[in-house]
């Protein structure tokens, strides 16, 4: 069974700094190029960026809303995503999912990060 | 980018009758890496149909998924009372990754 686990959310301040997990099981990890989306209360759906597989460079891109300040890394021998959050800013208050799309989306459940004073 | 545009916004319908949702991109989509997605208040996107027309194990028989040149179509085919939620596209076929606007379907 396909599983992808998001923690590491919270409130911080703005200005703050996060690191978001994403433990994942049940596909072959190093090989899948991995994303970041993002849900702010009430809005869609916004991509946030993706790491590539070591094979195809380990190379990422980004929205331009977070470039610059969020950063995205793997650890193919845990099986697991990260996403580096600094300077936040009210806005980047959201749910938080990990996800895998090639072959069919794989979704986790997300993680909440709340940005406030 | 790619822009994907939703139509409509909101459909009203009544269970049991057929719905059918727009989603039109801006460009052409690579190997029609679009999907679609359900989502409820409170719970992450539930995947329907994914490049553009394939219905992922688990998913009833009457989400089905189209594709003509940039558009795109979700039908459902006769509407149960959990259907009743709002529905995403995305395509993956070219960073940026881009999500629709979404269309919320309401009962009528």
């Known amino acids: 069974e396909v599983q992808l686990v998001e923690s590491g959310g919270g409130l911080v301040k703005p200005g703050g700094s996060l690191r978001l997990s994403c433990a994942t099981s049940g596909f072959t990890f190093s090989k899948a190029w991995m994303s970041w989306v993002r849900q702010a209360p009430g809005k869609g759906l916004e991509w946030v960026g993706r790491v590539k597989s070591k094979k195809d460079g380990e190379t990422t891109d980004y929205a331009a809303p977070v470039r610059g300040r969020f950063t995205i890394s793997r650890d193919d021998s845990k099986d697991t995503l990260y996403l580096q959050m600094n300077s936040l800013k009210t806005e980047d208050t959201a749910v938080y999912y990990c996800?895998?799309?090639?072959?069919?989306?794989?979704w986790g459940q997300g993680t909440l990060v709340t940005v406030s004073s | 980018e790619i822009v994907l545009t939703q139509s409509p916004g909101t459909l009203s319908l009544s269970p049991g009758e057929r719905a059918t949702l727009s989603c039109r991109a801006s460009q052409s989509v690579s190997s029609s890496y679009l999907a679609w997605y359900q989502q409820k208040p409170g719970q992450a996107p539930r995947l329907l149909i994914y490049?553009?027309?394939i219905r992922p194990t688990g998913i009833p028989d009457r989400f089905s998924g189209s594709e003509s040149g940039t558009d795109f179509t979700l039908t459902i085919s006769r509407l149960e009372p959990e259907d009743f939620a709002v529905y995403f596209c995305?395509?993956?076929?070219?960073?940026?990754?881009?999500f629709g606007q979404g269309t919320k379907l309401d009962i009528k």
């Open positions: 490049d553009a027309s």
């Open positions: 995305q395509q993956y076929g070219s960073s940026p990754y881009t």
């Open positions: 996800a895998t799309f090639g072959g069919g989306p794989k």
